[in-house]
């Protein structure tokens, strides 16, 4: 098949396949553009646990929780805070469109392509302690059977048909340098074709150039994904003003192809690329004691029960408890100058709330293994647990707390913590659990979150003291700053079609996925609620795919 398409889609991962799937239904022809090999196909969701925001859903219902369109939206914008006339005029209409898609037919749509979900919704950004305030809440975070592979997998297959049609051309190792832009209009890519590689998923590749190419189409979709994976693009986009000074070390929470230069070339063709400043990365960040990519992090997800430390030995304070507000958090650490922080748990702690973030830390989730699932009741005996606890460097077990501290301070020279402020923490946070109700709103919260049931069942530990030896032995985690997604992006109408500063639209270039911020340029805001980034690329995918198709001669 010749370059001649339709429709040229830069990037391989899940808003590109999205998208092309759209496309190749309304018979359109399209050629993908991806500059990793074949194994990086469907990008960085492969990588996600699969978690989808979904609002009144089936599952929530069975589970006896109230939501609704309006509290989400609600929500959405309290935690979002748009405050930028030009820069969010986009990016708040396309939150209102993703909060209806969430409410309405998002879960059909993925139902028809054979997506499955699990009937327990988590509760995620449980936020900062106020109604009209940052989070969830109810629980909306609904669990993909078969985590991001099988979201990748539902839109993968389709294409792959399509290509076998002579529909969809894949061009691997294609990396797009520019923009081919003629009177005012986007009408092809230019690049270099880098050599073959044959390195496993997610590592680096080789950027050697092998010759250059030039392709043609009536449009090119920029679905390239954000600049997670370059550290040193982040940090020029770091918001001092708001997170405090741009931390000395970070971990990577997605692979080093994730670098962001398609915004830097789509820009420089004459996009609009607003809001790089927003970014969603995490306090709880441990190092992968196996790493795929250069600074590999992987994510505790915490119940709320974790004693959380700053780098000092003092309690961070309300409402900053795990599993509440993650930027909040992260903002407070960097303001005073840290850039690590600790969780002090008990084994019964870690048994029930100790969880990994990604879908190579969730075997039982990716593999649809319900045997293996069952062990969820006990987590410390799940495999990828199991080897961060024996093999992770961030890891400390110790019978006493003594003994904890003693180790943590081995582990970070340069800030020892004084045993008696963390004894001081521990002790003053164990008097409290003696009774049944509290002044300590962390456990409140922990309380709180005990009365929806799935949460007490498989989720939270009862209260109990962390220096009740019963519930022994200690661990302690140190949390690293870890980089993940790109919330701002470059600027689109509701069409995905890129506009140009000052608003015009930018023919026959589309944008979607993070890229473009989830859609807009940004429609997360500052703050993300969880879930919605896989279904924000299932969003703009399927709306650039449907409106390219619609509108193209």
């Known amino acids: 098949m010749s370059d001649v398409a339709d429709v040229i889609v830069v990037g391989a991962g899940l808003a590109g396949l999205v998208a092309t799937l759209e496309l190749t239904r309304a018979g359109r022809r399209v050629v993908i553009v991806e500059q990793e090999s074949e194994r990086n196909l469907g990008g960085q969701a492969f990588w996600a646990e699969g978690g989808l925001f979904l609002v009144d859903s089936p599952e929530q219902r069975l589970a006896g929780i109230k939501d609704s369109p309006e509290l989400a939206m609600s929500d959405w914008l309290a935690s979002a805070g748009f405050d930028r006339n030009d820069e969010d005029r986009w990016a708040r209409r396309w939150a209102e469109a993703y909060v209806h898609f969430a409410a309405g037919y998002k879960r059909s749509y993925l139902y028809q392509l054979g997506l499955r979900l699990l009937p327990v919704v988590g509760w995620a950004e449980r936020g900062g302690g106020t109604a009209t305030g940052h989070g969830n809440s109810v629980p909306r975070?609904?669990?993909?059977?078969?985590?991001?592979?099988?979201?990748?997998?539902?839109?993968?297959?389709?294409?792959?048909?399509?290509?076998?049609?002579?529909?969809?051309?894949?061009?691997?190792?294609?990396?797009?340098?520019?923009?081919?832009?003629?009177?005012?209009?986007?009408?092809?890519?230019?690049?270099?074709?880098?050599?073959?590689?044959?390195?496993?998923?997610?590592?680096?590749?080789s950027r050697k150039e092998v010759r250059k190419f030039d392709m043609r189409a009536q449009a090119v979709l920029i679905a390239s994904g954000g600049m997670g994976g370059n550290p040193e693009l982040v940090r020029a986009h770091w918001p001092v003003d708001r997170l405090g000074p741009v931390p000395a070390?970070?971990?990577?929470?997605?692979?080093?192809?994730?670098?962001?230069?398609?915004?830097?070339?789509?820009?420089?063709?004459?996009?609009?690329?607003?809001?790089?400043?927003?970014?969603?990365?995490?306090?709880?960040?441990?190092?992968?004691?196996?790493?795929?990519?250069?600074?590999?992090?992987?994510?505790?997800?915490?119940?709320?029960?974790?004693?959380?430390?700053?780098?000092t030995g003092r309690r961070l304070p309300p409402p900053l408890f795990p599993s509440h507000a993650a930027l909040h958090t992260l903002r407070h650490i960097t303001l005073a100058g840290q850039d690590h922080s600790w969780f002090i748990m008990t084994q019964t702690i870690l048994d029930r709330e100790f969880a990994l973030s990604g879908s190579e830390q969730n075997?039982?989730?990716?593999?649809?293994?319900?045997?293996?699932?069952?062990?969820?009741?006990?987590?410390?005996?799940?495999?990828?647990?199991?080897?961060?606890?024996?093999?992770?460097?961030?890891?400390?077990?110790?019978?006493?707390?003594?003994?904890?501290?003693?180790?943590?301070?081995?582990?970070?020279?340069?800030?020892?913590?004084?045993?008696?402020?963390?004894?001081?923490?521990?002790?003053?946070?164990?008097?409290?659990?003696?009774?049944?109700?509290?002044?300590?709103?962390?456990?409140?919260?922990?309380?709180?979150?005990r009365t929806y049931l799935p949460e007490r069942l498989l989720r939270i530990a009862a209260p109990h003291r962390l220096l009740d030896p019963s519930h022994g032995p200690l661990i302690a985690a140190r949390l690293h700053l870890l980089v993940r997604k790109t919330l701002g992006g470059v600027q689109t109408n509701l069409d995905a079609q890129v506009l140009r500063p000052g608003g015009a639209g930018f023919d026959g270039l589309y944008a979607a996925g993070e890229a473009a911020g989830f859609g807009g340029g940004g429609a997360h805001g500052y703050n993300a609620l969880e879930g919605g980034f896989l279904g924000g690329c299932v969003f703009s995918g399927r709306t650039a795919g449907r409106a390219l198709a619609r509108d193209l001669a």
């Open 141 to 205: 975070f609904h669990y993909t059977w078969g985590a991001g592979p099988e979201v990748v997998r539902v839109f993968r297959e389709p294409v792959l048909a399509a290509a076998a049609r002579g529909q969809v051309t894949f061009k691997y190792r294609h990396r797009v340098d520019e923009l081919i832009v003629e009177g005012g209009s986007a009408v092809g890519v230019r690049g270099a074709v880098l050599e073959p590689s044959q390195e496993p998923r997610g590592a680096p590749s």
């Open 249 to 311: 070390s970070m971990l990577i929470g997605v692979p080093a192809h994730v670098d962001g230069r398609m915004l830097g070339i789509t820009e420089g063709a004459g996009g609009s690329v607003v809001n790089l400043d927003r970014m969603w990365n995490y306090p709880e960040g441990l190092k992968n004691w196996a790493p795929v990519w250069p600074g590999h992090g992987v994510r505790i997800i915490s119940g709320p029960s974790p004693l959380w430390l700053d780098a």
């Open 363 to 449: 075997p039982d989730l990716t593999g649809k293994n319900l045997p293996l699932m069952l062990l969820r009741l006990k987590k410390s005996t799940m495999g990828p647990v199991r080897a961060f606890l024996e093999h992770g460097e961030d890891i400390v077990i110790r019978p006493t707390l003594s003994a904890l501290v003693k180790e943590m301070n081995v582990l970070t020279p340069e800030a020892p913590l004084e045993y008696a402020r963390v004894e001081q923490e521990a002790a003053a946070r164990d008097r409290q659990v003696v009774n049944d109700y509290y002044k300590d709103m962390q456990l409140m919260s922990v309380r709180n979150a």
